[in-house]
Nanobody, 123 residues
C-alpha cells in the first residue's frame, strides 16, 4: 500500500482544513487507517484512527470535538477534517495504514506510512 497525504497549508487560528490520504491498491477497505502528527522538536503522536468499515473512530484528547476522521473505501481515501484549529496543532501530519480491521492509536502497529503534509496554524 502506498499512501499520499495532501491538504496541508497555512491557516489562521480558528480556521479549518481537510487533509486527504489517497491509498493505492485494491485492498484499502481491509486496512484500518490512522493520522499522526509531529510538531517541531517533538515526537510523533497519535491524532485519530478509523476502522476498516468506518464504524469505529478514535481520537486523541487534544483534538476530540474539533477533528473528524472519515473514509471513502470506494475512493481509497481517508480524510481528516480539522476545525477550530489552534497554533499547537501546527505539525507535519502523516497518514498510516494498519493491516488489520481494528484501528489502534499505537504507532508501532501501523504497517505503511505516507510522506506527511505540513499544517501551520498562525495565531
Amino acid at each position: 500500500v502506498q499512501l499520499q497525504a495532501s491538504g496541508g497549508g497555512l491557516v489562521q487560528a480558528g480556521g479549518s482544513l481537510r487533509l486527504s490520504c489517497a491509498a493505492s491498491g485494491r485492498t484499502f477497505s481491509s486496512y484500518a487507517m490512522g493520522w499522526f502528527r509531529q510538531a517541531p522538536g517533538k515526537e510523533r503522536e497519535f491524532v485519530a484512527a478509523i476502522s476498516w468499515s468506518g464504524g469505529s473512530t478514535y481520537y486523541a484528547d487534544s483534538v476530540k470535538g474539533r477533528f473528524t476522521i472519515s473514509r471513502d473505501n470506494a475512493k481509497n481515501t481517508v480524510y481528516l477534517q480539522m476545525n477550530s484549529l489552534k497554533p499547537e496543532d501546527t505539525a507535519v501530519y502523516y497518514c498510516a495504514a494498519e493491516q488489520d480491521t481494528i484501528a489502534t492509536m499505537f504507532e508501532g502497529e501501523y504497517d505503511y506510512w505516507g510522506q506527511g503534509t505540513l499544517v501551520t496554524v498562525s495565531s
